[in-house]
């Protein structure tokens, strides 16, 4: 992979304990990689830390005094600032393994859209997480029926796209993004081009590290409205 043709975006909130080590790991695996920190108004020392990062070419991306807060806010108003080909989007809390970048973006030099597709998952989590991921992949996968592709992991956050494709599908419908919502894939899939090609890479979704799971109940509100639009 080219790393100066792909950007990297990571939504934060609150994400002080984890985004230094996050930054070094992937600029020690992809030196020269453009990379994006879209903090959504941290009151912790993430933005400190980013701000203060002297390595490879990271921009920080302060939406504290948006109105609308959100990680499909946050990711939207990012890939604004791009001018790379490509984008990857990956969480900020080590859950996604950075050295799965290369996978998806050698696929994406033949696919438009590569999803991270989580085979395993490490860490016990609550019913409660349970229960709004299980609900939030069923309201999905209603949504895109009928369509001509078949995405193998609806809620993925990890994920990468080719640049033209997401910023036409943001000029086209943005306004009906749920921006408060946390599962920007699933909004870009519901607007994706027929043609759309989607490619598929297996990870294993890590323990968080650090911090807590900013996924509340009111998220999986936010996904029934998105997937009624």
């Known amino acids: 992979m080219k790393n100066?043709?792909?950007?990297l975006i990571l939504p934060t909130l609150n994400e002080g304990k984890n985004i230094k080590k996050?930054?070094?790991?992937?600029?020690s695996l992809y030196p020269g990689i453009c990379i994006i920190v879209a903090d959504d108004g941290s009151i912790d020392r993430t933005q400190d830390i980013v701000m203060g990062y002297k390595k490879g070419d990271v921009t920080l991306l302060d939406r504290s005094s948006e109105k609308q807060k959100g990680l499909t806010g946050s990711v939207l108003d990012a890939t604004r600032l791009v001018s790379t080909p490509?984008?990857?989007v990956m969480d900020a809390d080590l859950q996604h393994p950075p050295e799965k970048i290369k996978e998806i973006a050698e696929l994406l030099r033949h696919?438009?859209?590569v999803i991270g597709k989580r085979k395993r998952v490490v860490s016990e989590w609550p019913l409660r997480r349970k229960i709004i991921s299980?609900?939030?992949d069923a309201l999905a996968r209603i949504r895109l029926t009928g369509k001509p592709f078949v995405c193998l992991d609806t809620m993925s956050g990890f994920f990468g796209i080719r640049t033209s494709?997401?910023?036409?599908i943001i000029s086209k419908h943005e306004g009906k993004f749920e921006k408060k919502g946390y599962k920007v894939l699933f909004e870009i899939l519901k607007y994706a081009p027929k043609d759309v090609r989607l490619g598929h890479t297996n990870y294993t979704f890590g323990s968080r590290k650090s911090g807590e799971s900013k996924i509340r109940g009111k998220h999986l509100f936010y996904h029934l409205r998105s997937a009624l639009k």
């Open 111 to 113: 696919k438009d859209i």
């Open 134 to 136: 299980w609900g939030g």
């Open 4 to 7: 100066k043709e792909f950007t």
């Open 22 to 27: 996050v930054l070094d790991i992937v600029n």
């Open 165 to 168: 494709i997401f910023k036409n």
């Open 86 to 88: 490509y984008i990857i």
